[in-house]
């Protein structure tokens, strides 16, 4: 059974830097890309940043410059370091990964929990 545990979070001033983490576990084969997404509340979900394998990352033009995602191929992880956050960056955040299970020849999509990221004085 594969697995992504979040971390990270919280309530933050504008200005501020939070960062997200997110590991993923048990019977793993592969990872493919692992992505974040957001949703607002009243508002679409939002992909926010992927990075492949072998490492292209893309941004929402919102975010770019400012957060940066990165990923540990050996522990399975990826983080989204976020800076100079702003109010309309308060969401819900849900990690992503595209992993190959152990055993299995066939892709699937896996989630997160999600964590909340609120940003307000």
């Known amino acids: 059974q594969v697995q992504l545990v979040q971390s990270g979070g919280g309530l933050v001033q504008p200005g501020g830097s939070l960062r997200l983490s997110c590991a993923a576990s048990?019977?793993?084969?592969?990872?493919?890309?692992m992505a974040w997404f957001r949703q607002a509340p009243g508002k679409q979900q939002e992909l926010v940043a992927v990075?492949?394998?072998?490492?292209?990352?893309n941004y929402t033009d919102s975010v770019k410059g400012r957060f940066t995602i990165s990923r540990d191929n050996a522990k399975n992880t990826v983080d989204l370091q976020m800076n100079s956050l702003r109010p309309e960056d308060t969401a819900l955040y849900y990690c992503?990964?595209?992993?190959?299970?152990?055993?299995?020849?066939?892709?699937?999509?896996?989630w997160g929990q999600g964590t909340q990221v609120t940003v307000s004085s």
């Open positions: 992503n990964a595209v992993i190959t299970p152990g055993g299995s020849t066939l892709r699937r999509e896996y």
């Open positions: 048990g019977s793993i084969f592969s990872i493919y890309a």
């Open positions: 990075i492949t394998s072998g490492g292209p990352t």
